[in-house]
């Protein structure tokens, strides 16, 4: 059986690369680094380099190095209130497709029971 998930709102240090292949040490082992890809710092210091069309679709800037620590939190606050304006969407989109499979399997069910399927 699979199970689902998503990723908890973890604020990480990245920076996007240009230059020439190189070998990057990871936890899991030596991956290649080339032009364009994001290398990322992880929860516990590890770097780890995320290919660009994966880090767009998975991570939001918060901030830079330049931006105070009160800069970074209020953009990070307002960039959480946009993901949950943007959930509460997604979770009313999945609750009207519910029903409308409940509504489905009750017209099948029904269908079957007057020996019509």
Known sequence: M??????NPIVIEAYQYFGDPFMLQTLEGEYMVTEGYWIATGVNGEKYPIRDDIFKKT???VGNANMSDTEKTEEY???LEE???NMWKEIERLKFRLAEMEKDNLVKMVRKNMGLD
Do not use: L, P, Q, S
Request: proline share 0%; no cysteine.
């Open 2 to 7: 699979t199970d689902y998930y998503m990723k």
């Open 59 to 61: 991570y939001h800037r």
């Open 77 to 79: 606050i307002n960039i």
């Open 83 to 85: 993901n949950n304006v």
